[in-house]
């Protein structure tokens, strides 16, 4: 059933929608930090997967191999679960379901309405010889624009906008073709645990959009174009329009193809192509070639400059073989030849386990081509044989992030961050960027052996959490912690005489540090360490009697000098006593007078956690 809303009527509903969006998510608010690089493209990712996921609904809907109950699932499935698509089935959608309706406010309807429609009125026609359809899927979505990432502070929510060209190969239920329609889909995502979620919480035809609960129109400004070639102006794609217009149909082929790309299938393009082709049809065939042959070279040049060479390449040989008397395309194959075949000695080196001569490479190969997100992977990858420890891992994930704000599309990038993230062993990482992979990747390419490798990543992200979460539980549990603590000054040895007890600070040259600990169940067997923090009057860790500047990094990441080393051998569940240190003054003569203390740590798992501290009066 169609729903006829007013234009007071979608306010409404569009705000009420957006109240409880943010009821549902107010517990998942995310802070005001900067997003990282990683970030912005697990987003990006996520809302060009929620329109893929969309997209291959409708297709799965009007798939006549699948019967009515597989049909149900599939659309139950897009409001809930692992494959959700919408935030709910109050979703509002323009209607575009009538091939005569191209605008807003004309059909409004709920999303679920929307399917159970289309399931019974679109009749999918996709092979038709000789035209663009062919091969294409009975639904097709063109992405045009991204928004920059918005978040709604009092929310705690992050929104894009995305706007993108429909085609629907197919008639409606009165044999009536469908054409292009310019949408609009709002998109709102989530971070849940690891993962960013994006729902689509409305499609519009007119770019009525959310924005701070109510309906505005669309700020142009506010579009940050998702490739080189839909940054091109909008005076840029109008002047090429004119160009095409006034051009014979053989150049204005290249004119409008350009433009199309410019405006990623803008519909007025597409249609001048359309008729372009119908008078080739009647042209002789090395006329035709050469028109599409300028296409693909077209094609190549984008490719080329987004640094996509091996395709570059493909669709240059594609354009030489309708043109060969075009000697600029086979330049262009060499120089693409002469650079895939660099990279590819790059990577014989790396695979070759010749780190240093790759990493080498793959430098000089950067300031030659510095926007290649690929060769930034391959010098992350040579880092991580090359460089050890923490300077290592830095210079590995700082090369990462240049490659991902290159193109942070660049499905290889998550790959290889995944492995890496899996060789050391982070799980929850390497499924998180492994899931940015898939999400980035063709729909088609997305087989049985990736979506298997991303649920087995899954299961053990899991339980590596769980794991994390109960070694952690046991090693505070296993925190000594230190009783009876007593600090004795002592004055040195007189004519055989035992050592003696003193409060006056000219008199002591040593510090006795005794101390006991309690009873642990958790602890193991085994030696025990114990770091010792002795501290004068004027706030100074004192130096041992060598004069060293010995420390160690506490659980709060604090660095913190000791003075004293000891050891005990503790048995499980039984008390450690009597525990002694010594501490002497290297200077016997210049230790002051006043208040000294010390903290006492002991080493968990090589975390260092105090357990205990006491203080003394010397006068």
């Known amino acids: 059933m169609q729903l006829n809303f007013t234009r007071k009527h979608r306010l409404q509903v569009l705000c009420a929608s957006i109240l409880m969006i943010c009821s549902l998510n107010q517990?998942?608010?995310?802070?005001?930090?900067?997003?990282?690089?990683?970030?912005?493209?697990?987003?990006?990712?996520?809302?060009?997967?929620?329109?893929?996921?969309?997209?291959?609904?409708?297709?799965?809907?009007?798939?006549?191999?699948?019967?009515?109950?597989?049909?149900?699932?599939?659309?139950?499935?897009?409001?809930?679960?692992?494959?959700?698509?919408?935030q709910n089935k109050q979703v509002v959608i323009d209607n575009d379901l009538d091939p005569a309706i191209h605008e807003a406010g004309k059909g409004d309807m709920y999303i679920d309405k929307y399917l159970n429609s289309f399931k019974i009125s679109f009749f999918p026609e996709v092979i038709r010889s000789g035209e663009i359809s062919d091969g294409k899927s009975p639904v097709e979505f063109y992405i045009e624009d991204i928004s920059r990432i918005k978040k709604k502070p009092e929310d705690g929510f992050y929104f894009v906008r995305v706007r993108y060209n429909e085609l629907f190969n197919g008639k409606n239920d009165k044999g009536v073709n469908y054409g292009r329609n310019e949408r609009m889909a709002t998109?709102?995502?989530?971070?849940?645990?690891?993962?960013?979620?994006?729902?689509?919480?409305?499609?519009?035809?007119?770019?009525?959009?959310?924005?701070?609960?109510?309906?505005?129109?669309?700020?142009?400004?506010?579009?940050?174009?998702?490739?080189?070639?839909?940054?091109?102006?909008?005076?840029?794609?109008?002047?090429?329009?004119?160009?095409?217009?006034?051009?014979?149909?053989?150049?204005?082929?290249?004119?409008?193809?350009?433009?199309?790309?410019?405006?990623?299938?803008?519909?007025?393009?597409?249609?001048?192509?359309?008729?372009?082709?119908?008078?080739?049809?009647?042209?002789?065939?090395?006329?035709?070639?050469?028109?599409?042959?300028?296409?693909?070279?077209?094609?190549?040049?984008?490719?080329?400059?987004?640094?996509?060479?091996?395709?570059?390449?493909?669709?240059?040989?594609?354009?030489?073989?309708?043109?060969?008397?075009?000697?600029?395309?086979?330049?262009?194959?060499?120089?693409?030849?002469?650079?895939?075949?660099?990279?590819?000695?790059?990577?014989?080196?790396?695979?070759?386990?010749?780190?240093?001569?790759?990493?080498?490479?793959?430098?000089?190969?950067?300031?030659?081509?510095?926007?290649?997100s690929d060769l930034y992977i391959g010098l992350a990858k040579c880092y991580e044989h090359t460089s050890a420890g923490t300077e290592g891992a830095d210079k590995v994930m700082e090369n990462f992030d240049k490659a991902i704000a290159l193109d942070s599309t660049n499905a290889d990038i998550y790959l290889a961050l995944s492995e890496y993230y899996e060789g050391k062993r982070d799980n929850t990482k390497a499924y998180n960027t492994y899931g940015i992979y898939v999400k980035n990747i063709d729909i088609s390419d997305r087989n049985s052996d990736i979506i298997n490798k991303l649920e087995s990543l899954r299961r053990e992200s899991v339980l590596f959490e769980t794991q994390k979460k109960s070694d952690h539980l046991k090693e505070l549990g296993s925190v000594l912690q230190a009783s009876n603590i007593t600090m004795q000054p002592k004055k040195p040895k007189h004519k055989g005489k035992r050592e003696k007890k003193t409060s006056k600070a000219h008199k002591a040259n040593e510090l006795h540090i005794y101390f006991d600990t309690y009873p642990n169940r958790i602890a193991d067997d085994g030696k025990k360490e114990f770091y010792i923090s002795v501290i004068g009057p004027k706030g100074n860790v004192l130096p041992d009697i060598n004069n060293?500047?010995?420390?160690?990094?506490?659980?709060?990441?604090?660095?913190?000098?000791?003075?004293?080393?000891?050891?005990?051998?503790?048995?499980?569940?039984?008390?450690?006593?009597n525990i002694e240190a010594v501490y002497s003054w290297a200077d016997k003569k210049k230790h002051k007078k006043g208040l000294y203390w010390i903290r006492i740590y002991s080493p968990v798992n090589g975390h260092f956690y105090e357990i205990g501290h006491a203080s003394v009066w010397l006068k």
């Open 187 to 372: 998109i709102i995502v989530v971070k849940q645990s690891v993962e960013w979620i994006a729902n689509i919480s409305a499609i519009t035809f007119d770019k009525i959009i959310i924005d701070n609960g109510l309906n505005v129109p669309i700020d142009e400004g506010n579009f940050t174009p998702n490739s080189s070639a839909a940054n091109k102006s909008n005076a840029y794609y109008e002047n090429l329009m004119r160009k095409g217009n006034d051009a014979n149909y053989i150049d204005a082929y290249a004119y409008f193809a350009e433009a199309r790309e410019s405006k990623n299938f803008r519909a007025e393009a597409a249609n001048k192509i359309e008729e372009l082709k119908e008078k080739m049809r009647s042209l002789s065939i090395t006329d035709a070639n050469s028109a599409w042959a300028a296409g693909l070279k077209k094609r190549g040049d984008e490719l080329s400059q987004n640094h996509k060479y091996a395709e570059a390449k493909n669709y240059y040989i594609y354009a030489h073989g309708l043109s060969p008397m075009d000697n600029s395309l086979q330049s262009k194959i060499d120089a693409l030849e002469v650079k895939l075949e660099a990279q590819a000695k790059l990577e014989a080196l790396y695979n070759n386990a010749a780190f240093d001569q790759a990493q080498d490479g793959y430098k000089d190969a950067i300031s030659k081509d510095p926007n290649n």
């Open 27 to 86: 517990s998942r608010a995310q802070t005001n930090k900067p997003l990282r690089p990683l970030d912005t493209a697990n987003i990006n990712a996520a809302a060009r997967a929620s329109l893929d996921g969309f997209k291959a609904l409708l297709n799965n809907l009007c798939d006549s191999s699948y019967n009515i109950a597989e049909k149900d699932r599939f659309m139950d499935g897009a409001f809930s679960g692992p494959h959700q698509v919408f």
């Open 548 to 577: 060293s500047n010995n420390s160690i990094t506490t659980t709060k990441n604090e660095e913190v000098k000791y003075t004293i080393h000891t050891e005990a051998v503790l048995k499980q569940g039984e008390p450690l006593e």
